[in-house]
């Protein structure tokens, strides 16, 4: 075959192949607007369902309520009066000033972006057509699809050519409404691709970079020339794989586990009326190359994306093995928590890699917690299958960093769960007579409710233990008691049987 003819027919597979991946993200992203979208409709449909019933009431508050337990990927539903918030499912004293809404579509929704219930707060978008209006984490529906690099995401209002979010530098704006749909063009060396719903006023686009159309050719052409010349490239593209591996994240994670880099430390859960060690928390450590301490914020998404989370874990668990005699010898009472990231929770073969290794180990399943946090729990169906077999050895399930906004409080009661974990942000608005104070109230309520034991996360100041503990919590962890402790240093605060000293 000619290379001339070998390259047109690698360029022309190249280009496909950017398309199909640029529909399969469309696909995706619509999927989950669409989701929404029937969620937030069903919110707006309350000015039906509550005809005559005063606004705030009990009763109205009471569907508002229902239809937020129902949902997935709503935070709150509120009732709106002269362009303000003024009650919601988890708050009936809310006053938040909206201003004029952002996008006015062609079929009367009106969205109001980025509103802030406080003023250091995550944003949201406020979306409503009438007076019943829903919130949604402005990030959270896009957050469920993994980039890759130079790729871009977008939600659009087609009527009104905004962009609503997006995710990705490729700016969408110039096509909001205006570019052919469903069939793929070129705009700033990124194949593009824009899908619309039928059913409502919403488009959503993907943007493949040049660079990958590139990378699609390069692959083909290699498996296009002749003998030689395919030799020559196989070689290059060896070496240029070689290189890139040995300089990458994703590479160093590999040799960080065979060269045992990573270790564990151990954060104190303190029981809220004794004052003693009831838990800890696992942390997992990495030290790179020897000398470089890498947080978990930075290896663990490199993980999760490089399908390195499960080696990771089994370490984490090896690690956990490993110490847990020591510790259930000074304290056989001891829970130990587990972090599982949302893939190890919908990796069907997980219950089996753990059971065996708790089996291994004869340790007590009931002193193991495993936590997973709120986005883990998006997909119910695959997280509850995990959980239920999990359970079904003995051991506990918490839900980590609650209140961060991915979603709704109905997989709460959907679930076979022990511990609930009030993230960081929530316990330090504690006492500042805030929306958010007030949200972290209800979750504790909530959680009383459901019969979860609450632990309260990053506790650093006195003032936050004293509002816990007259909340009814049960656990806290944080600075205000201990950092991440080495082994050595929890066996010896384990040994002194000396609890925590705070002010009742």
């Known amino acids: 075959m000619p290379v001339g003819l070998a390259a047109l027919v690698a360029w022309q597979q190249a280009e496909a192949r950017a398309e199909a991946v640029a529909r399969e993200m469309a696909d995706v992203v619509l999927s989950k607007v669409v989701v929404a979208a029937d969620q937030v409709m069903a919110a707006n ?3 039906q369902d509550l005809e005559g019933v005063a606004p705030c009431s009990d009763a109205a508050l009471a569907k508002m309520r229902s239809i937020d337990l129902d949902s997935t990927l709503l935070q709150a539903v509120g009732y709106v009066r002269d362009n303000a918030i003024v009650c919601s499912s988890i708050d009936q004293d809310l006053h938040v000033e909206l201003g004029e809404p952002s996008i ?22 406020v979306i409503g057509r009438g007076a019943y209006v829903a919130v949604v984490h ?9 980039l890759q690099q130079g790729t871009a995401i977008a939600a659009i209002s087609w009527s009104s050519a905004r962009v609503v979010m997006s995710r990705g530098a490729f700016d969408f704006a110039p096509f909001a409404g ?28 993907a943007a493949v970079p040049g660079d990958l159309v590139r990378q699609f050719f390069y692959q083909t052409l290699v498996m296009l020339v002749p003998i030689g010349i395919l030799i020559g ?25 065979m060269r045992d880099q990573f270790y564990v430390e151990y954060q104190p859960v303190i029981d809220l009326q004794t004052g003693g060690i009831a838990g800890v928390e696992v942390l997992l450590r990495w030290r790179c190359d020897g000398e470089r301490k890498v947080g978990p914020d930075e290896f663990i998404p490199v993980a999760e994306a490089s399908g390195l989370i499960h080696a990771l874990t089994e370490r984490l668990f090896d690690l956990i093995v490993r110490d847990a005699p020591r510790l259930l010898a000074l304290r056989p009472d001891l829970h130990i928590g587990i972090n599982l990231s949302a893939n190890d929770l919908h990796d069907p073969a997980l219950p089996d890699r753990i059971g065996r290794r708790i ?35 003995g051991a506990r399930i918490a839900i980590d960093d609650f209140g961060t906004g991915y979603s709704s409080l109905s997989f709460l009661a959907q679930l076979d769960l022990d511990y609930l974990k009030v ?5 330090h608005a504690l006492g500042a007579n805030t929306a958010t104070s007030h949200v972290t109230e209800r979750v504790i309520e909530i959680a009383k409710d459901l019969h979860l034991e609450v632990i309260g996360e990053g506790a650093e100041t006195e003032e936050q233990v004293h509002l816990l503990r007259g909340l ?16 050595e240093v929890l066996e010896a605060r384990l040994g002194e049987e000396k609890p925590y000293s705070f002010n009742p």
């Open 45 to 47: 449909r309350l000015a």
């Open 104 to 125: 006015r579509s062609n079929t009367g929704v009106e969205v109001w972006m980025n509103v802030r219930f406080e003023p250091e707060g995550p944003g949201y978008f």
């Open 138 to 146: 402005k990030d959270l529906l896009l957050s469920f699809v993994e």
């Open 178 to 205: 205006r570019a052919t749909l469903d069939k793929a063009f070129w705009s700033d060396d990124h194949v593009v691709y824009l899908r619309k719903n039928s059913r409502y006023d919403l488009a959503v686009g």
């Open 233 to 257: 490239l196989l070689l290059a593209a060896m070496l240029i794989s070689i290189m890139r591996q040995r300089t990458s994240s994703a590479a160093l994670i590999r040799s960080g586990l």
């Open 359 to 393: 089996a291994a180990s004869g340790l007590p399943p009931r002193n193991f917690v495993f936590e997973a946090t709120e986005r883990a729990f998006i997909d119910v169906e695959r997280a509850g299958d995990a959980i239920r077999a999990l359970r079904g050895m």
């Open 423 to 427: 993230d960081k942000l929530f316990v």
């Open 472 to 487: 009814g919590v049960e656990y806290a962890q944080g600075f205000y008691f201990d950092r991440a402790l080495s082994l």
